[in-house]
Nanobody
Framework: QVHLVESGGGSVQAGGSLRLSCLAS????????MAWFRQAPGQEREGVAA???????SYADSVKGRFTISQDNDKKMLYLQMNSLRPEDNAVYYC??????????????????????WGQGTQVTVSS
């Protein structure tokens, strides 16, 4: 199990950028696939971007070309660079982790049910 703490949220105007960070502690970071999810008021929590231990990535269609997920294994840090932000990106953003599966060559999932460790979330507000 890993403990996750997000930071970097805030308020920005449409078209602006933010960089979210997630610090992991506890278990061996390199054994985990990582992801960012978000939840808007009254909406289901949805997967935004994911990265596996081989640095293979997956993105939701709504953020492709605008968001970039990355990680630093030595620092146990996960990042989400968000550019060209839109009002519809307003949400609480969560960092999530799951133990990597035993098989190789897989795309990391974006389903909530695939991840078992969660941070507390950080608010992102985009004004038009």
């Amino acid at each position: 199990q890993v403990h996750l703490v997000e930071s970097g949220g805030g308020s920005v105007q449409a078209g602006g950028s933010l960089r979210l960070s997630c610090l992991a502690s506890g278990d061996t970071y390199s054994s985990y696939d990582m992801a960012w999810f978000r939840q808007a008021p009254g909406q289901e929590r949805e997967g935004v971007a994911a990265i596996n231990t081989a640095d293979r990535t997956s993105y939701a269609d709504s953020v492709k070309g605008r968001f970039t997920i990355s990680q630093d294994n030595d620092k146990k840090m996960l990042y989400l660079q968000m550019n060209s932000l839109r009002p519809e990106d307003n949400a609480v953003y969560y960092c999530a982790a799951r133990r990597r599966p035993i098989w190789a060559n897989y795309a990391p999932p974006l389903s909530r049910a695939s991840f078992g460790d969660w941070g507390q979330g950080t608010q992102v507000t985009v004004s038009s």
